[in-house]
């Protein structure tokens, strides 16, 4: 997209925490329209599983980086950076829980994505012990889980490794004594996803442990039809496996380096190199917006509510607020072409002497109407 060579490219990072119940991005790959159209007006986009992982749908991407959250967090603090690669080699493990018949059915999607995607992938591996998934609910709402083998699981994403893997891909089985009530709300459309506390423990360990790209897909048994079920669900419905999206996101994903790699062939991408963040507006905790959000223009978007209530102005991060997706589009777009918000809107000031300067006074504002969001606009 850019074709200015005097510009660098502009680079954005899309951030939906898992297991919070968002609105947008808590469901079954319900993130990635907003990831579709970030894409659009951006050179690189930089986000996680939760928003392109969309169970069988997925969507290629080719300026868009699959980073998964750990490795994202390391990248954003520095202390990581991302090595774009053409391809990745994805060594598939699976949990030694999974029953014959649900293991056939994983076994042929990762079949099936080789020969219909043309997907590098080495033999799998089964781990040696079941790996012992649980899943536990906080007060607040939000999931999380604990695995009882991890030693398990990094001996077969070692074994994989080993045998030429630079990407790993887990399928664990997950217990399906989920709460009815939960499980309905979430089918419906509402809720906390039961399954993605658990789901981030796992690939958060392989990728802390082994620094390769790892994503996570949970073995269950095929729920009953439920002609009711929102759309926004949907996706998780339509077959035995959530693997295809994960072996496509995978394929591509970038390696992680620790130190620059000026004069390779493809260089590293670092975090000051990152010129905006977008995150839901009550979910302003996580590590990688505390690490951009005073360096890069950080959006916060209203409207994608969640469990949680940490909010930018409680941590002292200088956030723009928008009331949508399709505001922080707009944001984004105006900032990556060097225009101030205020331009595009009726209400232009005049300019003024430049006074004393109170802490944080260098923000300037974008009056609140009625229909419109108030935006604080800052020059990151």
């Not at 928003?51 to 991407?61: D, E, I, R, S, T």
């Not at 963040?277 to 959000?293: F, H, K, N, R």
């Not at 102005?313 to 928008?322: I, K, Q, T």
Request: aromatic share 4%.
């Amino acid at each position: 997209m850019n074709t200015d060579p005097s510009r660098r490219p502009y680079t954005a990072v899309l951030v939906v925490p898992t297991g919070i119940g968002a609105a947008v991005g808590g469901y079954a790959g319900d993130a990635l329209p907003v990831a579709r159209a970030i894409a659009s007006v951006v050179d690189t986009l930089i986000t996680h599983p939760n928003v392109m992982n969309g169970a069988q749908l997925y969507w290629p991407l080719p300026n868009a980086y699959y980073v998964e959250g750990y490795g994202l967090d390391q990248f954003a603090a520095g202390r990581w950076g991302l090595r774009p690669l053409h391809r990745n080699r994805i060594g598939l493990v699976l949990d030694a829980a999974i029953e014959d018949d649900l293991r056939w059915r994983h076994l042929q999607a990762a079949d099936a994505a080789r020969a219909t995607l043309g997907l590098d992938l080495t033999d799998y591996v089964v781990t040696d012990a079941p790996l012992g998934v649980e899943l536990r609910t906080a007060a607040s709402g939000v999931t999380w889980g604990t695995i009882g083998r991890p030693d398990s699981l990094l001996r077969a994403a070692e074994r994989a490794i080993a045998a030429g893997a630079n990407a790993i891909a887990v399928v664990a089985r997950f217990p399906e004594d989920t709460d009815a009530e939960t499980l309905q709300d979430y089918r419906q459309g509402h809720g906390v996803d039961p399954l993605a506390g658990a789901e981030a423990v796992i690939s958060h360990l392989v990728v802390r442990t082994l620094r390769v790209p790892c994503a996570h897909a949970p073995a269950l048994s095929p729920l009953p039809l439920d002609p009711s079920i929102s759309p926004k669900s949907a996706a998780e419905e339509l077959g035995h496996t959530f693997l295809p999206c994960v072996l496509a996101g995978l394929s591509r994903a970038p390696g992680f380096v620790t130190e620059p790699t000026l004069g390779q062939s493809s260089p590293a991408l670092w975090a000051d190199q990152v010129d905006a963040i977008v995150v839901p507006a009550s979910a302003c905790g996580g590590s990688a917006l505390l690490s951009l959000g005073r360096r890069s223009l950080a959006i916060a978007v209203e409207a994608n509510a969640t469990a949680l209530e940490v909010s930018p102005e409680s941590l002292g991060v200088p956030a723009v607020r928008v009331a949508s997706y399709l505001e922080a589009v707009g944001l984004l777009a105006a900032h990556r072409a060097g225009v101030h918000p205020q331009a595009l809107t009726a209400q232009v000031s005049q300019i003024k002497a430049l006074g004393s300067l109170a802490a944080g006074s260098s923000l300037g504002q974008i009056e609140s109407r009625p229909g419109v969001s108030t935006v604080v606009v800052g020059e990151g």
